[in-house]
Nanobody
Framework: QVQLVESGGGLVQAGGSLRLSCAASGRTFRTYLMGWFRQAPGKEREFVAAMSWNGGSTNYADSVKGRFTISRDNAKNTVYLQMNSLKPEDTAAYYC????????????WGQGTQVTVSS
């Protein structure tokens, strides 16, 4: 069982940066693939980024490549999402997710943190 708690959301102007954090409970955190998803009002939840258990492999949605960076600190049971060059279309609730594999990455969810980018 993994419990996830996100933080770091807020209001930022276009072109600005934010770093989201996701603190995970459980001694097996380091064995989980971790990811970030987002959901804008009226839209489906979409994949943003994912990282393998050891940080050796990452994946990004095309819309955030080159602007967002996912990282993790297994000693702190925390995964991060550094978001640079933010755009108004990045406005959404951002959710941390965890699973044993990419197919099951949606097994566990955090409560979400709101990111609002003003133009």
């Amino acid at each position: 069982q993994v419990q996830l708690v996100e933080s770091g959301g807020g209001l930022v102007q276009a072109g600005g940066s934010l770093r989201l954090s996701c603190a995970a409970s459980g001694r097996t955190f380091r064995t989980y693939l971790m990811g970030w998803f987002r959901q804008a009002p009226g839209k489906e939840r979409e994949f943003v980024a994912a990282m393998s258990w050891n940080g050796g492999s990452t994946n990004y949605a095309d819309s955030v490549k080159g602007r967002f960076t996912i990282s993790r600190d297994n000693a702190k049971n925390t995964v991060y999402l550094q978001m640079n060059s933010l755009k108004p279309e990045d406005t959404a609730a951002y959710y941390c997710a965890a699973g044993r594999t990419i197919a099951t990455i949606r097994d566990y969810w955090g409560q979400g943190t709101q990111v609002t980018v003003s133009s």
